[in-house]
């Protein structure tokens, strides 16, 4: 199907753990990008891609890693998941940076 | 400042009300503007993107004020399904430079 989907919907986690998150667009956007959404805070940046191989930290990377070996697919790493990093999380695309975004809909990661 | 501002509500009104929603942003060189609405645990969608002249698609009406810094969302009739957080976007980079900053949203319940 075409179009951004995000893999899992759901997951928990044990502090500490390594988790992936995965991301993968059919439309050859060149942008992508992960945001987190917590209440209080809004959709925060964590990290956005202009392209395969070039990647750029956003506003709360620490903790976080990402890779881009291919144009449609995006993955998020947490390293060592901690509580504070239960969050839902977004990856969207985009043909140009500054212009409208398409999301996927969402991982809920919950870390205990 | 805050870089993208708005008032989380939430807005209660009645089926066929007029609603207005604003937005203010701290950078003066941004160029692009969206408004996205977000049904609850849903993935943001792209509502309309905000234009220098004004824009309208139909019950709604987008309006920007450069001089003044801020975005405005019209809502005529409003709808039940109208009912969905409604978040104010700002590329602070200026034209394609920049990453686009989501506001907090505000919410809209729209009652029988």
């Known amino acids: 199907d075409a179009g951004i989907t995000q893999s899992p919907r759901y997951k928990i986690t044990e502090t500490g753990r390594q988790v992936t998150l995965m991301c993968h667009q059919t439309?050859?956007?060149?942008?992508m990008f992960w945001y987190r959404q917590d209440l209080g805070h809004g959709l925060r940046l964590i990290y956005y891609?202009?392209?395969?191989?070039?990647?750029d930290k956003g506003e709360v990377p620490d903790g976080y890693v990402v890779s881009r070996s291919k144009t449609e697919n995006f993955p998020l790493t947490l390293e060592s998941a901690t509580r504070s990093q239960t969050s839902v999380y977004f990856c969207a695309s985009s043909e140009f940076r500054g212009q409208g975004y398409t999301f996927g809909s969402g991982t809920r990661l919950t870390v205990v | 400042r805050k870089e993208v501002e708005q008032d989380p509500g939430p807005f209660n009104v009645p089926e066929g009300a007029t609603v207005a929603f604003n937005c203010t942003y701290s950078?003066?060189?941004?160029?692009?503007f969206f408004w996205y609405r977000q049904d609850c645990r849903k993935e943001p969608k792209l509502l309309m993107s905000v234009y220098s002249s004004g824009n309208e698609d139909g019950r709604f009406t987008a309006q920007l004020n450069r001089a003044s810094q801020y975005i405005s969302l019209l809502i005529r009739d409003s709808k039940l399904s109208d009912s969905a957080t409604y978040l104010c976007v700002v590329n602070m980079g200026g034209g394609s430079q920049g990453n686009l900053i989501f506001g907090k949203g505000t919410k809209l319940s729209v009652k029988p």
């Open positions: 891609s202009a392209a395969a191989d070039i990647t």
């Open positions: 950078n003066s060189a941004s160029q692009s």
């Open positions: 439309w050859s956007h060149s942008y």
